[in-house]
């Protein structure tokens, strides 16, 4: 495969459930995003990583819980979610540093998560 | 806090049409502008990017523009056709080093065959 690839594409979880989304990129880049985007709010920042280190998150409550274990892999864990926590969760990636000042970020297809 | 604008927020024109979408920011002080397409349940599609320092770039039959000093893009589409149907997505990318893009709420443009 190519590009960024997420997995599940459709979640449906309980508030007392555990699981995780996972996203990888296989363009080599150096940094990936976790977004999220609802239905009545503009696409939201939560984490960006930078080199597998977690170098912005943007107030994102702790029932969300980003892991990057390598450059080409995040993963975004979930526990005891609310309702409206049910959104586009969007994973992106890009390649940055030192002579690359366009960093376009590449996006997946998202992971479309319903809490119930 | 940065906040990124769009207008109008839908559009339905007939196809051969040239439209003009538009992006406005409150804090002119931008890395650069991005404007991205994102497909009914699909993820999004970076069309352009512009450097703060930059006026304008083309792709095809896109052209984008930026005002940094006024706080303003539009993204020029020619002879529009079906398959340009989609929601058109506005980003900025604070001139702070951080990568967090700010987006807007999009417009949600149906080219009508």
């Known amino acids: 495969e190519t590009g960024v690839t997420q997995t599940p594409r459709h979640l449906v979880m309980g508030m007392t459930n555990k699981k995780s989304l996972k996203c990888e990129q296989h363009?080599?880049?150096?940094?990936m995003y976790w977004y999220k985007q609802s239905a009545k709010k503009p696409l939201e920042l939560m984490f960006v990583?930078?080199?597998?280190?977690?170098?912005e998150n943007n107030s994102v409550p702790s029932r969300f819980s980003p892991e990057c274990p390598n450059s080409s892999h995040l993963f975004l864990h979930l526990h005891t979610l609310q309702p409206e926590d049910s959104a586009l969760y969007l994973c992106?990636?890009?390649?940055?540093?030192?002579?690359?000042?366009?960093?376009?970020?590449?996006f997946g297809p998202g992971t479309r998560l319903l809490v119930l | 806090k940065q906040e990124v604008t769009q207008i109008p927020a839908a559009l339905s024109v007939p196809e051969g049409e040239n439209l003009v979408l538009n992006c406005s920011f409150t804090?002119?002080?931008?890395?650069?502008l991005q404007w991205f397409r994102q497909d009914p349940g699909k993820g999004l599609t970076s069309l352009l990017l512009?450097?703060?320092?930059?006026r304008e770039q083309t792709s095809g039959r896109l052209n984008a523009s930026l005002d940094k000093s006024s706080g303003r893009s539009t993204l020029y589409i020619a002879a529009s056709q079906p398959g340009d149907s989609a929601t058109y997505l506005c980003?900025?990318?604070?001139?702070?080093?951080?990568?967090?893009?700010?987006f807007g709420s999009g417009t949600r443009l149906q080219v009508q065959p």
């Open positions: 992106a990636s890009s390649q940055v540093g030192q002579g690359r000042p366009q960093e376009t970020q590449y």
């Open positions: 363009l080599g880049h150096n940094a």
């Open positions: 990583y930078n080199f597998k280190e977690q170098t």
């Open positions: 804090d002119s002080a931008i890395y650069n």
């Open positions: 512009i450097q703060s320092s930059q």
């Open positions: 980003a900025v990318r604070p001139g702070t080093g951080r990568r967090a893009l700010t």
